[in-house]
C-alpha cells in the first residue's frame, strides 16, 4: 500500500497569510487542492475566512478545507463542520496523520468532480 505522503507527491504547497479580505481571488494565481487554516488567529477567524469562501462561485467555493486548530471540544467541531470545513484535526498533529487526511480531502474532491 502507497504511503499517504505518496499520494500528495504530485501536488505543490504554498503556504502563507492571506487575509480573510483576499478570498475575493485565489491569492496564488491558481484553485488550490486543500485551503488548510488555524481557527483561532490574531487578527483573523478561521469559521469567517471559511464562511466567506464558500460563499464564491465555482471552483474556488468548492475547495475542501481543513481546520488545523487547537480547539478541541465537541462545540469547537460542530461549529468548523458547520462553517463550511470538511475536516476538524486537533494541534499538535501527527505528520502522517494530517497528510492522510488532506489525501483524503484531495482523492473525494477528485471523485466528486468526476461524478458531475
Do not use: W
Not at 477567524?45 to 475547495?63: E, F, T
Not at 463542520?81 to 486537533?90: F, K, R
Not at 499538535?92 to 483524503?104: G, R
Amino acid at each position: 500500500m502507497a504511503s499517504p505522503l505518496n499520494k500528495l507527491r504530485s501536488h505543490s504547497f504554498t503556504a502563507g497569510y492571506f487575509p480573510i479580505s483576499s478570498t475575493n481571488s485565489c491569492p496564488i494565481g491558481t484553485k488550490p487542492d486543500v485551503i488548510i487554516s488555524d481557527i483561532g488567529m490574531p487578527g483573523a477567524d478561521g469559521l469567517m475566512l471559511i464562511r466567506k469562501i464558500r460563499q464564491k462561485p465555482n471552483p474556488l467555493g468548492d475547495i475542501p478545507g481543513l481546520a488545523l486548530t487547537a480547539y478541541g471540544r465537541i462545540d469547537d467541531k460542530i461549529d468548523i463542520l458547520e462553517a463550511g470545513y470538511q475536516a476538524h484535526v486537533i494541534k499538535p498533529v501527527d505528520v502522517a496523520e494530517l497528510t492522510a487526511i488532506i489525501a483524503s480531502l484531495i482523492r473525494k474532491d477528485d471523485e466528486r468532480r468526476r461524478s458531475k
